[in-house]
């Protein structure tokens, strides 16, 4: 089984910045992906960001040119550098872990609210 604990989340002015952090423990095979994914109220889940142990990174749209995701692959972390935060960022955060074929194992952190005033 795999734990995922986030923190890093808060209240922001529109333009500011926030870190988020997440820690992966378990048993944890070395190929793996871990990313960021967020819920505003009313809408579905979405990713924002996403980062293979290889390496491979994506992100939606919205957020490319803000946001960056990194890892350490030997602590099992993930981190979120959000950058130039708009209202619109404002959701809770999920961090996620995959691996398997077709990410049949599939783990979420308890979410960290993100809010953005104007």
């Known amino acids: 089984q795999v734990q995922l604990v986030e923190s890093g989340g808060g209240l922001v002015q529109a333009g500011g910045s926030l870190r988020l952090s997440c820690a992966a423990s378990?048993?944890?095979?070395?190929?793996?992906?871990m990313g960021w994914y967020r819920q505003a109220p009313g809408k579905q889940r979405e990713l924002v960001a996403r980062?293979?142990?290889?390496?491979?990174?994506n992100y939606a749209d919205s957020v490319k040119g803000r946001f960056t995701i990194s890892r350490d692959n030997a602590k099992n972390t993930v981190d979120l550098q959000m950058n130039s935060l708009k209202p619109e960022d404002t959701a809770v955060y999920y961090c996620?872990?995959?691996?398997?074929?077709?990410?049949?194992?599939?783990?979420w952190g308890q979410g960290t609210q993100v809010t953005v005033s104007s």
């Open positions: 996620n872990l995959n691996y398997g074929l077709f990410n049949r194992y599939d783990f």
């Open positions: 980062i293979t142990s290889g390496g491979s990174i």
């Open positions: 378990g048993t944890i095979p070395r190929a793996n992906a």
